[in-house]
Structures are given as C-alpha cells and as structure tokens.
C-alpha cells in the first residue's frame, strides 16, 4: 500500500539553525501539507500546496518557514532560523482526488525536531 | 472561527463499547474527519461523515448530526490495541482544499 516516508526521523539542532525537512508523498497524489504537533498538544496546520504553489498557510507558518517541491517527488519544509518553540513532530500529508472534496489526508510517520 | 471540542480521556474495558463524542462550530460546513493516533505515530483516517446519520466500518462506526454540530465515534468489541487518541478533525471552511482543524484528541485507555 503506498504511504507518505519522512525524513529523518529525528532531528536535533542547535537554536538559530536552519533545518530542512523532508517528505515524499504518495506518488499519484495533487495536495500536500504540512502539520505540527507540540508534545502533548493538538495537530496544527502550518501550510498546504498544490500546483506547485502555496495554497493557505496559517498563522504560525511566518518568514522562518518555506516550503518546496524540487523535483517531481519530494516536497520540504525549511526552518530558517529555528527557536526553541519549534520544537514538535511535523508531519507531512497528502491527499488526492481531484474530482471530490474535502480529501482524505494520508500521514506519514513524522520528524520529531528538538531544537536545544 | 472553528472550534472542535472533545472529552481529553476516556476508559473503557477490553470486549466492552465506548462512544467518544465530538462537538463543532464552524462558520460552514464540509464534513468532519475522525483519526487514530497511536503514541508518537502519525494519526491514521478512521471515517469521514458529511450527510448525517451512523456510518458503520467493521468495529468502527461514526456518526453526524449536522442540526446539532454533533459526531461521535463507537467503538466496539474493544481490543488493548484501540488505547489510542482519537482526533476530531473538520475541514478549514473558506480555505482551500482539506485543511484540517483538528480537536484536542480523546485519549482512550482499553484495560482488561
């Protein structure tokens, strides 16, 4: 069954450090998104993409976040100059579906970020 | 606005049923989500509702009042692999496709 792969798993940086992670969404798949999740908290949209753009982001994805599709098949999420309050799990979605509304989102295993 | 809310625990017995209610405000309407999260793992889908009534699958089944922005997830035959949170999610009304507004999640506890 095809699924959502993150990587890495784990991440530990240093505050004001930039941070790329990544994501490979299932293959036949037209939106992504990415989610954060504060340890003990509830899941948060960050930013959705489609058609090779952003297509809503909220209010925590500011100008330390961006997000790309370099090639046909991976799709990051880059921190610019991370704090200590971004510490979370950040997962990565996608959904397809073209002709029906709203979409199933598949979740992949996430990337737990600490950032010291 | 949007606004999910959910009991934060819930405890039931292993064989045993347990409903886990859901309430929701939102300035439209375009279904609402039920997810599974594992600790530390990703949520799963578990059901989707738009029209209202019970949606059974297997021991799952979901049900949705749109007249009372109510839904509740019923579990049966309740196994020790079912201790999971269990999210409520609706879509982001007047965004764009599928953004999910999740609940606090319902922590449920199966014990033998």
């Known amino acids: 069954e095809p699924e959502v792969t993150q990587t890495p798993s784990h991440q530990v940086t240093q505050m004001g450090q930039e941070v790329i992670l990544r994501c490979v969404p299932i293959?036949?798949?037209?939106?992504f998104y990415w989610y954060r999740q504060i340890l003990g908290q509830k899941v948060e949209f960050l930013v959705s993409f489609y058609n090779n753009e952003i297509s809503e982001k909220s209010e925590i994805f500011d100008d330390q976040f961006s997000v790309e599709r370099p090639d046909g098949s991976n799709f990051t999420l880059k921190i610019r100059s991370t704090k200590l309050e971004d510490s979370a799990m950040y997962f990565c979605?996608?959904?397809?579906?073209?002709?029906?509304?709203?979409?199933?989102?598949?979740f992949g295993p996430g990337t737990r970020l600490t950032v010291t | 606005g949007q606004n999910i809310d959910q009991p934060t625990e819930m405890t039931a017995t292993e064989g045993a049923i347990v409903q886990i209610n859901c309430t929701y405000q939102?300035?439209?309407?375009?279904?609402l989500f039920w997810y599974q999260q594992h600790a530390g793992e990703a949520p799963t889908f578990l059901s989707y509702?738009?029209?209202?009534g019970l949606e059974e699958k297997g021991r799952f089944s979901s049900f949705l009042s749109r007249s009372k922005g109510y839904s509740y997830l019923l579990l049966k035959e309740l196994q020790m692999k079912d201790s999971a949170s269990y999210l409520c999610?609706?879509?982001?009304?007047?965004?764009?496709?599928?953004?999910?507004?999740f609940g606090k999640g319902t922590k449920l506890s199966v014990k033998p």
């Open positions: 939102t300035s439209g309407f375009n279904g």
């Open positions: 999610a609706a879509p982001n009304y007047g965004g764009s496709q599928g953004n999910l507004i």
């Open positions: 979605a996608s959904s397809g579906v073209v002709d029906r509304a709203p979409y199933e989102q598949y």
């Open positions: 509702n738009v029209l209202d």
């Open positions: 293959s036949n798949h037209l939106y």
